[in-house]
């Protein structure tokens, strides 16, 4: 089971295991992760599911497409290269030890 | 297990003057709760709503017992679940896009704004639900539905009049007839627009529905575009009128959003002190379980989001309008694959856009006399009346 790391924007660490084939949006709603409110069910539609991929991982999980950048200009908080609407990222195997960071807010 | 106990003290009209008491006592006591006098079994808790919600397959929206489909003559996307759902409410996606609201739609909304504030009369008690909140709800949707030719007041008198056909659970014959008469009204305007973007397409919902590659039954454009009318007016319009009231009964909090200019917390907190939907139904299609209580196959629930919206396993105080709350999730937009295709458009016309230019253009705005305010409503629910005075 991978395991993930979410930070929260005051620094506040929850490590979790995570189901292969589950988002990470449902991982975090699973373990009750705050600060992802995923309005939309993973629909792509609400943009209150952003996260930052830390640092490499941004390889493993690959960054927004045209798409998801469209919706990701929704969101509240500064956009950058590492922005994911987490439920469209897939969780595979080699992402044991991810980490992603939670913006200040979500709406 | 049992059934969910029975609350028969509960008449509608108490829910629609006054239900946020009932609903507290109901998260203590009977969070899950059959309602004869709504004929539905009641959640209250937030987590109960949004676990409902976000389950389509064993929580439907496809309940043909209600009058909806003979309100709006169709069989609408918000009845419907799955794949057939999911085109329908693309189709009309793209005007929502971010860029349409930042180029065409929040451009055009400033102007409006601007021009309806302009209409104001300066020191007088001005009451802004027919005057403003109203009108420019009813214009933005006119202009980004296709069917910028429909007055405010026709757009008014539609959007009550599919509301009151759409909740006529009694059956009674005045609200369909009124409904009957709009749907021919809107059918005519619709149909004539339809011709003039198939010549000149631009980026309103029936344009981008018409002239899409492959695109969906004319009946189901029609169906969309009601749907908008239908639950694209009231909401705005009773939110805002219910963050004037809060900011003006709060006047430090008016103070500290003035200083920071974060409007869209006073919106947020407008929508989840008093959600503009309060509820919504969904069909149970296997038997389940919810908190303890068994829920047969057949039975339908209703998420009361008002409720979900003061549960005090969320907020503290939930009953206070506070726009100075640490922002905590609220299910006024809904959630799951229903969740308010006009989410953005409001967050960003009423929240973003209209709020500053208001307390801007009236700084010293006084609600002299907030008892006067009359709040109503069970299905939807805002004041009726906002009599402010004007400075
Ligand atoms: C403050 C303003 C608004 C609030 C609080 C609100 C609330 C809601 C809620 C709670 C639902 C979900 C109903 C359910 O789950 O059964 C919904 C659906 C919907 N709303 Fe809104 N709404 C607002 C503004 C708007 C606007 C401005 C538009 C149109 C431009 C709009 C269009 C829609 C549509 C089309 C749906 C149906 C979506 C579907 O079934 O897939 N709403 N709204
Ligand atoms: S959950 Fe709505 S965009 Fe990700």
Redesign the pocket.
């Known amino acids: 089971m991978p395991r993930i790391t979410f930070i929260a924007a005051d620094g506040a660490e929850t490590v979790v295991d995570a189901g292969e084939g589950d988002s990470l949006m449902q991982v975090a709603r699973a373990h009750n992760v705050d600060g992802i409110l995923a309005e939309c069910g993973g629909e792509m539609m609400c943009s209150t599911c952003h996260v930052y991929v830390e640092g490499d991982w941004l390889d493993r999980t690959g960054p927004a497409d045209e798409d998801e950048r469209d919706m990701l200009d929704f969101a509240p908080c500064e956009i950058t290269d590492a922005s994911r609407l987490s439920c469209q990222v897939k969780i595979t195997d080699d992402m044991d030890g991810l980490v992603v960071r939670l913006p200040e807010r979500q709406v | 297990m049992s059934l969910a106990p029975v609350n028969d003290s509960v008449t509608v009209h108490r829910l629609i003057d006054d239900p946020y008491p009932v609903y507290a006592q109901m998260r203590t006591h009977t969070p899950v709760v059959q309602v004869p006098s709504v004929k539905r079994t009641m959640l209250t808790k937030a987590e109960d709503c949004r676990m409902v919600?976000d389950n389509p397959a064993l929580f439907s929206?496809n309940d043909p017992t209600t009058p909806m489909e003979k309100a709006f003559e169709a069989h609408t996307?918000?009845r419907k679940d799955g794949e057939e759902?999911l085109r329908e409410?693309n189709a009309?996606m793209p005007t929502?896009s971010p860029r349409n609201l930042k180029t065409i739609w929040g451009p055009m909304y400033e102007r409006y704004a601007a021009e309806y504030l302009d209409r104001l009369p300066r020191g007088e008690v001005v009451d802004l639900f027919p005057t403003l909140a109203g009108p420019l709800?009813a214009r933005i949707?006119a202009e980004?539905m296709g069917i910028p030719d429909a007055s405010d007041e026709q757009m008014q008198f539609w959007s009550q009049a599919l509301i009151d056909g759409a909740g006529n659970f009694g059956w009674f014959d005045e609200p369909f007839e009124r409904v009957a008469r709009a749907n021919k009204e809107m059918n005519r305007v619709i149909e004539a627009n339809a011709e003039r973007v198939k010549a000149a397409p631009d980026q309103s919902a029936l344009s981008v529905m018409l002239n899409a590659e492959d695109p969906i039954p004319w009946s189901q454009i029609v169906a969309?575009i009601k749907?908008?009318i239908g639950?694209?007016i009231n909401?705005?319009r009773d939110?805002l009128l219910t963050i004037i009231y809060g900011l003006l009964s709060n006047p430090g909090q008016l103070e500290e959003i003035r200083a920071s200019g974060n409007w869209s917390a006073a919106f947020e907190e407008g929508?989840r002190w008093v959600?503009?939907?309060q509820a919504?139904s969904r069909l149970v299609l296997e038997d389940t379980e919810i908190r303890g209580c068994d829920i047969p196959k057949g039975t339908v629930v209703m998420t009361i989001?008002a409720s979900a919206n003061h549960d005090e396993d969320v907020y503290e105080n939930g009953h206070l309008y506070d726009a100075l709350r640490k922002s905590q999730p609220h299910q006024?937009?809904?959630s799951?694959?229903?969740?308010?295709?006009?989410?953005h458009?409001?967050r960003m016309t009423?929240g973003r856009l209209l709020l500053p230019i208001l307390f801007e253009r009236f700084p010293n705005m006084r609600l002299e006399n907030p008892e006067d305010v009359v709040w109503r409503g069970f299905g939807f629910r805002g004041p009726i009346n906002m009599p402010v005075r004007l400075n």
């Open positions: 919600k929206s996307l918000m759902h409410r009309m929502f709800a949707l980004c969309n749907i908008a639950g694209g909401e705005p939110a929508v959600a503009p939907i919504s989001q006024s937009f809904g799951g694959p229903h969740h308010c295709m006009g989410t458009m409001a009423v």
